[in-house]
């Protein structure tokens, strides 16, 4: 066994996750190391590739963090983790070679070197997890990194959140009991578990059993009752939670804050702030830069073609709704013949659409009719991912039909969204697609990061642009 256990599970569970952290950065840099000799034949190692090992090493710890990749109750199933394994550690090969061309270093590093080192790395990432969810999965049917739990208030509030634990299947939490400060009208046991005490009891109880935490379920409204429950709790050696209020089951968890010293439950805050605004910007600037740069010969070829099968100019305007719902005009190629699109006409293009020239119904099917918009990206008025900018008429048709549609505009419209590389495009002839594709967009907004846009951009090209639905 090389995983470390102490007497509390919780502390065993935190070792293991820092010694975790230490081995992905030694796997980074070992494997750097190897490459270099593979290549090479020697170790006097420049202090350039030093200098990359180190940038390597602090991506890897914070993308992996980010990705979720530290969290316990998923290393005991290495199949969870391949997917985010290959996806970090993709970001971070990428960052490392955007970094290297902008900072003009790239040239100063082998090209076998780079890819040995990305290569050697993701391989030993997979063993060093592979191995930690083994060694995990033996020592859960031992009873090791199992916290035990115990509950004080045998009352509503205590039987929903017992109710709520037996909802996560392995979650790695074990009632050892409940208790409550009641002596009296007390039931017998709470959705099976036994009532075995008061909280005198459970001091008594703690000092012969293991307890690694105690949740405080009762009414917040009992304040000096709480108070003189906690202040017997402080002579344990236990972690102490207070269960939220009853509404708090039906609330997003966005965990808390305080305003002057008073604890508060965050329930909504902006998607996007401080140096995540930072880091999507230049995200958007950089990305859409380069995918203009490469792309310039294919934007020439797609306007000569425009050109030659129907008159008309290249390019399409349409009013849209973006962030804050502020209008702007998104830019497309032309794939309808001029004049098909009379005012106030806001039919979606249809199968078949007779409206649609032949070079269009080819852009609409690869999506490429789409590529305008990355000069939307470098105006500010869009972002490489995000909700798909809908026309201001389809905007307050849905804004009536989808209580929450318009938290679609919390961020910048996309190009491209975690909607649409799940298959939810093109025309919506129902107000139920409406809804799913809301959804999605929504789960976007609310779990977005760097790793997830890169996802997203990652996924695009194989299951985003190509589908069924685009015509």
Known sequence: MFLPRTSFASDSRKLTLGLLRVADCVVVVVAGVIAYWIRHGDLDIPDVYLAAFAIGVVLTANYMHLSGLYAFPNLRDFSIEFGALVTTWGAVAVSLLALGYLTKYSEQYSRVWAIAWFALSLMGLFAVRYAVALEIRQQISRGYFQINLAVIGAGDY??????????????????????DPRKTRVPPSVEGFPVLGTVDDLIQFVR?????????ALPWRAGAHLQAILAKLKMIAADVKLCPDAVAFELPNLGYDQIIGVPMLKIFERPVTGWGTVVKAVEDRVLASLF??????????IALAI???SPGPVLFRQKRYGFNNNEFSVLKFRTMREGAIEPGDVRQAQRRDPRVTRV?????????????QLMNVLRGEMSLVGPRPHAVAHNLQYANLIDEYLGRHRVKPGITGWAQVNGLRGETESPDLMRLRVQHDLYYIENWSLLFDLKVIFLTPFVGMVHRNAY
């Open 158 to 179: 205590g039987k929903r959140f017992i109710q709520h634990l037996a909802g996560w299947q392995d979650s790695g939490y074990r009632i050892v009991g409940v208790f």
């Open 208 to 216: 012969r059993e293991r307890v690694d935490e105690i949740v405080i």
């Open 360 to 372: 269009g119904a080819l852009l609409r099917q690869t999506s490429l009719d789409e590529l305008p």
């Open 307 to 309: 050109k030659l099968d």
């Open 292 to 301: 203009l740069l490469f792309l310039a010969p294919l934007f020439g070829l």
